[in-house]
């Protein structure tokens, strides 16, 4: 902020950006928001960018009916007047939550998970639930935080936003480079530093669309149990997962209390209500409070950041677990048949008008809402820009979801938002565009970008 | 974290409080949690604890009528179909917010502030703005915050969180010591530091009820442009100022972008909906994007903290705003009729029933919802617990609001949850409490406690 001028004129004060805390000049800042605007600045082009809900199931969401629910259920089991109803949605709240038992009682139906209510903190989303606990666990600059990489872009700006040290462990076949993630252990302790905890996205990964089976769980958990650091899974994607006997949550193996477990009703309900959780049941060893576990710490951290989650948005949410007998695979479905069927028919199509053109490939999830895929040449943002304005397709580049933004080669498609007719015409496009792009650069012409 | 024993039994891992960030630790933190849920520990206590609004006025809102309101809204200006306006209060949406422009009609009808809907950024509650300013201010340890003490705990918290030095200034009668901050300013400068900015409020403060009149805060403002700080101006008690011409916005007397304001709807609408908002038209001297400015940062920001304030509570404070033609002095007119009543009555109790006890003393706010009372004697939690336990009272301990928890002498009282029969009978309830346990001090006898 420069000094004023000696003039009687006032004079703007300007903020420079080296003023302002490093994370605001993040490129990860930047590209929740690319992701969710992009669309806005070419509203005729197909886009595969958006990891959001199929629109079409929102426009029947009825709120008030829900509500009513919520309403109905406190008054059967708590006796609460309708005066009292409307307090406990309207006035501030405390800041664990109001459906916890709800969210331990689905965890249970879903999962064969037994945790309490008291282990759970109920927040603005999965994103405030990220911010929490990277913040309680980053203590000071010699802490670590391991993640799984290409990485939620989401993750990555909490750690930002709390200048948590970054280590990037790539991602493999089944999940996580584990080998390298136990060097790095080994590193930062040969450095004084130390891994604090592991992120990863074991389900269906964001934006890989990776699955981490069994045997690689088990092995994480042994691992974090030799090299003492914690485990945070996010389940965002889990609910896609269909058939009758998924991969355990690697919460369910944990018997150490290892594992930190992220939520979000985004997807299988409604981004609209901004309502995610944290299960953190890590004990804390105070000696003055031994009931005490991490998901206390983290409720009183959210007081500093929201207060408490809206409780209209809690009673929403809470009135259609209440609706679905506390299970998101009751609730969500005809939304796994959507998601799994938008998810063949992106393959089908890419095997369709790309399986003729071996400079490009891509990965198989059998879940989730995202495909990655591979070409010869760098992926950017001008070259998005360039895929939308010419060829009426967008998607996002993978360098978004890496730690240090190096060149990368990678897009990530999402077939979540799209119509299925949308999804064929989609891949027609971008095969149109990576012919005209990929081809001249294979042959040995020169690009005229 | 203890290593796992030797044994094949699973140990639990134990989080020892020195490997979480030392605002888990801090006082504050737990603060807020106190104040809302000390009355479920004594639920039939009086209490003058909360700063939340007259429960009675949460009863009979319409969420639904609100939400249709915002929708017609929507149909009527832009074309919305039923589906658009569906999938906008339900999808992802702008981090920035919804209800941007609502925000600047209301300040420019009530205040005669004319600001950008794009300096405007709507956030989860003014808890979050606040944390996003501190966020962004705080770039380096040799960065101090000055704040207002007595202090409203929320922003220390924040502060807290983002490890942003705090330094103390008193609060005088007109609503800072500006000779005790211009020498804080030249402390920090003579060891390298530097106060970047100033947190007030300057319109019937928390905890205090301290309302700063116009040439002091002509008088910050010299001082903010004279040693280059920013002032964040917190305007959530403003609503409660009655009479038709306020003392001006400190923001209205800016005319540098100096100023950045904070609001909430929590008072005036509803806490349920976590919804407030930041005004932030600092200009950033980047040179590649002459545009931009503050509230754009704090945008980016806000998406690794909460990704977007939920559209569907920004719909139910929209529809508010729409039905009172963007005028929180007509939406609240009932209520500042209500608070100013209730802080009237409880002034007049406190004459009438400790009007004769000059061991104690309280100022007397023209606004807001509190009253700070002093004693003579340390004031701390047990003191509280005995208030409530013995003689059915609750109230806040001033010491909350200070940074350094030291000792303190001063209670806050707040009229704004209660009833005007319930302040005579909490005052009366008061009255013996303060009689009970300060005059045997007063008169050389040991108190039992």
């Known amino acids: 902020m420069p000094m004023p001028s000696e003039s009687s004129e006032p004079r703007s004060c300007v903020l420079q950006p080296s003023e302002l805390h490093s994370s605001v000049h993040d490129p990860s800042l930047g590209a929740v928001n690319f992701l969710n605007?992009?669309?806005?600045?070419?509203?005729?082009?197909?886009?595969?960018?958006?990891?959001?809900?199929?629109?079409?199931?929102?426009?029947?969401?009825?709120?008030?009916?829900?509500?009513?629910?919520?309403?109905?259920?406190?008054?059967?089991?708590?006796?609460?007047?309708?005066?009292?109803?409307?307090?406990?949605?309207?006035?501030?709240?405390?800041?664990?939550?109001?459906?916890?038992?709800?969210?331990?009682?689905?965890?249970?139906?879903?999962?064969?998970?037994?945790?309490?209510?008291?282990?759970?903190?109920?927040?603005?989303?999965?994103?405030?639930?990220?911010?929490?606990?990277?913040?309680?666990?980053?203590?000071?600059?010699?802490?670590?935080?391991?993640?799984v990489t290409p990485c939620y872009v989401g993750l990555i700006g909490a750690a930002r936003l709390v200048d948590f040290d970054l280590v990037?462990?790539?991602?493999?076949?089944?999940?996580?480079?584990?080998?390298?993630?136990e060097r790095a252990c080994r590193d930062a302790r040969a450095s004084g530093k130390r891994i604090?905890?592991?992120?990863?996205?074991?389900?269906?990964?964001?934006?890989?669309?990776?699955?981490?089976?069994?045997?690689?769980?088990?092995?994480?958990?042994?691992?974090?149990?030799?090299?003492?650091?914690?485990?945070?899974?996010?389940?965002?994607?889990?609910?896609?997962?269909?058939?009758?006997?998924?991969?355990?949550?690697?919460?369910?193996?944990?018997?150490?209390?290892?594992?930190?477990?992220?939520?979000?009703?985004?997807?299988?309900?409604?981004?609209?209500?901004?309502v995610g959780y944290v299960v953190a049941d890590q004990p804390i060893g105070t000696g003055r409070d031994p009931a005490r576990i991490l998901a206390d710490e983290l409720a009183s951290l959210k007081t500093m950041v929201t207060v408490n989650t809206s409780p209209l948005c809690q009673a929403l949410i809470g009135g259609m677990l209440v609706v679905h007998n506390c299970s998101i695979k009751r609730l969500a479905t005809e939304k796994v048949r959507r998601y799994q069927g938008n998810l063949d028919r992106l393959l089908a199509a890419l095997d369709e008008h790309l399986g003729d053109f071996p400079q490009v490939s891509w990965n198989r999830p059998s879940g989730g809402f995202f495909v990655r895929v591979r070409l010869p040449i760098p992926v950017d943002e001008a070259l998005v820009a360039r895929s939308a304005e010419e060829f009426g397709v967008l998607?996002?580049?993978?360098?978004?979801?890496?730690?240090?933004?190096?060149?990368?080669?990678?897009?990530?498609?999402?077939?979540?938002?799209?119509?299925?007719?949308?999804?064929?015409?989609?891949?027609?496009?971008?095969?149109?565009?990576?012919?005209?792009?990929?081809?001249?650069?294979?042959e040995g012409v020169a690009c005229d970008e």
Request: net charge negative; proline share 6%; hydrophobic share 40%.
């Open 37 to 147: 605007e992009i669309m806005q600045r070419h509203p005729k082009a197909i886009s595969f960018a958006p990891g959001a809900p199929y629109p079409v199931f929102l426009e029947s969401l009825d709120v008030q009916g829900y509500l009513d629910v919520f309403a109905q259920r406190l008054k059967a089991q708590r006796s609460f007047s309708s005066a009292q109803v409307q307090r406990l949605l309207h006035q501030y709240g405390p800041s664990k939550g109001l459906i916890n038992d709800l969210v331990a009682e689905l965890l249970l139906n879903d999962e064969e998970l037994a945790v309490g209510a008291d282990s759970i903190v109920i927040t603005v989303g999965c994103q405030e639930a990220m911010m929490l606990v990277l913040r309680a666990l980053r203590s000071g600059p010699n802490d670590q935080l391991a993640v």
């Open 395 to 442: 998607w996002t580049p993978m360098s978004h979801f890496h730690i240090n933004g190096t060149m990368n080669y990678e897009l990530r498609l999402s077939c979540s938002y799209l119509a299925e007719d949308q999804i064929d015409e989609g891949v027609r496009r971008l095969s149109r565009f990576l012919r005209a792009v990929v081809s001249p650069v294979r």
């Open 168 to 181: 990037a462990i790539d991602e493999s076949d089944d999940g996580l480079d584990l080998p390298q993630l």
């Open 196 to 274: 604090k905890a592991v992120y990863v996205a074991p389900d269906h990964s964001n934006p890989s669309g990776t699955h981490m089976p069994e045997h690689a769980r088990v092995a994480l958990l042994a691992l974090a149990a030799e090299h003492d650091f914690l485990v945070i899974e996010d389940s965002t994607y889990r609910f896609t997962s269909a058939g009758p006997s998924p991969t355990a949550l690697i919460k369910s193996l944990d018997r150490e209390h290892r594992v930190i477990l992220l939520g979000t009703f985004a997807k299988t309900c409604t981004p609209g209500a901004r």
